[in-house]
């Protein structure tokens, strides 16, 4: 095979954050809405906990803002990602592509970025779908603290 003739690499192979576009910036977000659900920090040692409470503009049937555009206006909490915070991501989970390249780590097999599937987050068992609950039906965070599931291998349509 010839150079020409080789696949060129993936954007996020070949750009740095800073260096994307916005339209590959958003195709990062894998749509689990993991960022979405409540979280509570330790005071003692500066853990995060995750809750199985969602913003309330969480749709949690497709895991997206109902009120994209608009959710910083409607909600002060939400944080917009943006390169000037990768040093921030930390509060993201694990599994996230901003955080992982802000790292310099891989996507996961599972990404639909890798394979073409937007629903492979779900079947991957990373989308919040089957966990969260709207943060209104939710007396006491606490009692919502969850862990959050380790992904589950993906097969793709080749096998």
Not at 34 to 52: A, F, N, P, S
Not at 128 to 138: F, L, N, Q, S, Y
Request: charged share 30%; glycine share 4%; net charge negative.
């Amino acid at each position: 095979m010839t150079e020409q003739e080789k696949p060129a690499k993936p954007f996020w192979q070949q750009k740095r954050l800073s260096q994307m576009s916005h339209q590959e910036w958003e195709s990062l977000c894998d749509g689990c809405g993991r960022c979405c659900l409540h979280k509570l920090e330790d005071d003692d040692d500066g853990r995060m906990y995750y809750t199985r409470a969602s913003c309330e503009l969480l749709d949690i049937k497709t895991c997206r803002c109902s009120d994209y555009q608009n959710r910083e206006q409607l909600m002060p909490d939400c944080i917009q990602l943006s390169v000037d915070q990768a040093e921030y991501f930390d509060w993201l989970p694990s599994t996230c592509a901003y955080r992982l390249l802000a790292e310099g780590e891989p996507l996961p097999e599972w990404h639909p970025l890798i394979t073409g599937d937007k629903d492979s987050v779900v079947k991957a068992g990373v989308s919040v779908t089957d966990i969260a609950k709207p943060d209104t039906e939710v007396d006491d965070l606490r009692e919502e603290v969850i862990a959050l599931p380790e992904p589950r291998k993906v097969v793709s349509h080749d096998s």
